[in-house]
């Protein structure tokens, strides 16, 4: 699976996405892949959730809040996790411009959205999914500001964790340069 997959990722592009008469069935594949019980299916799902996400900027419309509704739903391998925020991260700062999009999908998700990433990146022990986490945060605060008011408290609290530092380890200084940011 992940070898077809990598090969069908690399061999995408915009042209090989313009809606048509099969993007119908492109859309029902990615949704079977990513409500699959493999995890290695689903993340194959994901990552071809995210590449349509990027280059047909209407399919992403389209299909995004059905895409959204099963993400960090549940407990997921690091892999599957990394994938789910990096397709919510695209799909929540890349339609910035369209208003229906954001009154339909973005504000009612985004919230949601950050509180489920707030206790993934106190609690997982993958350095490079809280980086990842963190620097989808410094994202995406700036573009919802409004949207992040409920997690005013809990956000410098996220921050400050990971800059305090442990006279008994070494710290992470990708991790610091990134809590910093946010």
Known sequence: MLSSTCRVLASLTS???IPSAHSSKWIARINSLLHSKAPD?????????????????STM???ARSWIGPLLAKKE??????ASVRLLRVILSAATDVPEFQRQVATPNVSKFTAALIPLAEKHAD????ILILSTLALIIPLYP??????H????TLSLSFLNGNTFKPPNT???STASRL
Do not use: D
């Open 15 to 17: 042209e090989s996405l």
């Open 41 to 57: 299916a689903r993340w194959g799902g994901l990552c071809l959730a995210q590449k349509t996400s990027v280059l047909p900027k």
């Open 61 to 63: 419309i389209e299909c």
């Open 77 to 82: 391998p690091p892999p599957i996790l990394s």
């Open 127 to 130: 350095n490079e999914l809280k």
């Open 146 to 151: 409004t949207l992040h008011r409920t997690s």
């Open 153 to 156: 408290s809990a956000l410098p």
């Open 174 to 176: 990708q991790l610091a």
